[in-house]
């Protein structure tokens, strides 16, 4: 998919919940912890200089309550009785930019679009709790930030549907890009609603969490080599790194060339006794991965590459 059909795509969905919704708000969410350059018309600084002023209403994470300037912040795009947009371009803006981050190394400086009946302020103080969660992994509540594209598309996937009506709280449809440009959205209505207070997040949903980092680095390898990220590539870069983990491996350079060949060759790949071997002697931390991998003879390479066709 294009940009141009991204920004077709998602206006055409605002259009339609605008329609259903009329008392709603638009709302875009900036993330100011993944900052985009001082002179790009998106950065907050300048929003409230352009012809249509824009208002940035912070989010207030309880772990930057030292500096305001890197929390999130909500603008609003569209309020109930506006005839379209007052700043199309802005709208405009924030697709673009978030089309160009969607898989940056540094994170996504535009998380989302809100649709809410509350306005900005209301939206931003239920974001800021709804954020500071029980991390079951350190046994204490510390702030993780889901709205962020990666983070919110790994719990997405993971089917948690009465939590995330929860986490919305007065937010009744969120949008957003994931990291191969490709529209998602939550919908509270077509979340089933279960026993809310007794969903969670758990050890393997926390452990997910913690491999945001390791799967940023993995998806700009990806880009180097040329490699297409796969359909849902939050959710199929996590797996891969998940049993790269499983196997024993430990340092980031061999878990990205470890999941590099599962995207390049297939995951099959483990399977050949030499690669087996590779991975048992990486374990030990003499030589890297891709080191052991590279004094195999090529003739065994072109072994463990056929498993692309086993796949």
């Known amino acids: 998919m294009s940009q141009s059909q991204v920004n077709e795509q998602l206006r055409a969905v605002l259009f339609q919940l605008r329609e259903?919704?009329?008392?709603?708000?638009?709302?875009?969410?900036?993330?100011?912890?993944?900052?985009?350059?001082?002179?790009?018309?998106?950065?907050?600084?300048?929003?409230?200089?352009?012809?249509?002023?824009?208002?940035?209403?912070?989010?207030?994470?309880a772990d930057f309550v030292h500096d305001p300037a890197i929390c999130p912040s909500l603008v609003t795009l569209y309020s109930p009785g506006d005839r379209g947009y007052p700043d199309e371009l802005l709208l405009d803006l924030s697709i673009d930019h978030a089309w160009r981050r969607r898989d940056s190394i540094n994170g996504s400086y535009v998380c989302g679009w809100l649709v809410s009946e509350?306005?900005?302020?209301?939206?931003?103080?239920h974001l800021a709790r709804a954020c500071e969660l029980?991390?079951?992994?350190?046994?204490?509540?510390?702030?993780?930030?889901?709205?962020?594209?990666?983070?919110?598309?790994?719990?997405?996937?993971?089917?948690?549907?009465s939590f995330l009506r929860r986490w919305l709280g007065p937010i009744s449809h969120?949008?957003?890009?994931?990291?191969?440009?490709?529209?998602?959205?939550?919908?509270?209505?077509?979340?089933?609603e279960g026993i809310s207070s007794k969903e969670h997040?758990?050890?393997?949903?926390?452990?997910?969490?913690?491999?945001?980092?390791?799967?940023?680095?993995?998806?700009m390898a990806m880009a180097d080599a040329g490699i297409i990220l796969p359909t849902h590539p939050e959710t199929a870069i996590d797996a891969s790194l998940q049993r790269a983990g499983?196997?024993?491996?430990?340092?980031?350079?061999?878990?990205?060339?470890?999941?590099?060949?599962?995207?390049?060759?297939?995951?099959?790949?483990?399977?050949?006794?030499?690669?087996?071997k590779a991975i048992r002697q990486a374990q030990q931390g003499e030589q890297t991965l891709s080191e052991l991998m590279c004094e195999l003879s090529d003739n065994t390479l072109e072994e463990i590459a056929a498993s692309r066709g086993a796949d």
């Open 246 to 276: 499983d196997l024993g491996l430990q340092r980031t350079e061999d878990l990205v060339f470890f999941a590099l060949n599962d995207f390049s060759i297939s995951r099959n790949w483990t399977a050949h006794p030499a690669a087996a």
């Open 134 to 161: 029980f991390d079951v992994l350190r046994g204490c509540r510390r702030v993780l930030p889901l709205f962020e594209p990666h983070r919110l598309s790994l719990v997405a996937d993971a089917g948690l549907e």
């Open 201 to 219: 997040l758990n050890q393997r949903h926390w452990q997910a969490q913690q491999r945001v980092a390791n799967a940023r680095l993995v998806a």
């Open 118 to 125: 509350s306005p900005a302020h209301d939206v931003a103080t």
């Open 174 to 192: 969120w949008l957003w890009l994931d990291m191969q440009g490709e529209l998602h959205s939550l919908a509270v209505n077509e979340l089933a």
């Open 20 to 61: 259903v919704h009329p008392r709603s708000h638009v709302h875009l969410l900036l993330d100011g912890n993944h900052p985009c350059a001082d002179d790009d018309a998106l950065h907050i600084a300048r929003l409230a200089k352009r012809d249509i002023p824009a208002k940035a209403v912070p989010v207030p994470r």
